[in-house]
Structure formats: structure tokens, C-alpha cells
Nanobody, 119 residues
Framework: QVQLVESGGGLVQPGGSLTLSCAAS????????MAWYRQGAGKQRELVAT???????SYADSVKGRFTISRDDTKNTVFLQMNSLEPEDTAAYLC?????????????WGQGTQVTVSS
């Protein structure tokens, strides 16, 4: 069974930084894309950042210039470096492994890690 385990969340003050990790039980180089999503209380799930097998990255407009997604294939781990955090970034952050070129029911999801930005 595929497992994705997120870690690194917590409480941080506005302007602070956190780095999230997503450890996968699979060879992440075998899937097309790894992604971070987030879901705030009462809000829809939002795509935050993606990184493909070839290393191409994309970001939501709301996090461009502040967040950086990266991967370490030797450790089957994906990271999300978050800087200049804002209260609006408060959410549960979830990792996804997408085997194919498009999202589908075959995608794998982690349980999430909570990030709270508050003074």
C-alpha cells in the first residue's frame, strides 16, 4: 500500500518560515508529478505547487516568490519551503503523488500536516 507521510507543520508567526516534508513509500521518480495542496477551514482544496519527474515546477499565484517545491529522489521525499508566511496560508497541507499526466482516482494522498500562521 502506498503511503505518503507529511511532516513539518506547526504554529508560526506572520513573516516566518516552515519547511514541509512528504516521505513516500514509493519511488517518486516513477510517478509523473508530486504536488502540495492545502485546505483551509471551510474552504475548497487548493493546489499550491507541483514538481514533475523532470523537475519542472509550478506554483499558485498566491504563493509565487514565497514557496519553493523540491524533491530528493534518493530519499523519495518532496519538500515545500515556505517563507514570508501570512495568516492566509493557514491550512492543512497535503501531499499528492500523481502517477499519470492528469489527476485521477489513481492518485495517492497523504493525511496532511497543519500549518497555522498567527501572532
Amino acid at each position: 500500500q502506498v503511503q505518503l507521510v507529511e511532516s513539518g507543520g506547526g504554529l508560526v508567526q506572520p513573516g516566518g518560515s516552515l519547511t514541509l516534508s512528504c516521505a513516500a513509500s514509493i519511488n517518486i521518480n516513477a510517478v509523473w508529478l508530486m504536488a502540495w495542496y492545502r485546505q483551509g477551514a471551510g474552504k475548497q482544496r487548493e493546489l499550491v505547487a507541483t514538481i514533475t519527474r523532470t523537475g519542472s515546477q509550478s506554483y499558485a499565484d498566491s504563493v509565487k516568490g514565497r514557496f519553493t517545491i523540491s524533491r530528493d529522489d534518493t530519499k523519495n521525499t518532496v519538500f515545500l519551503q515556505m517563507n514570508s508566511l501570512e495568516p492566509e496560508d493557514t491550512a492543512a497541507y497535503l501531499c499528492k503523488a500523481q502517477p499519470g499526466g492528469l489527476p485521477s482516482s489513481y492518485d495517492y494522498w497523504g493525511q496532511g500536516t497543519q500549518v497555522t500562521v498567527s501572532s
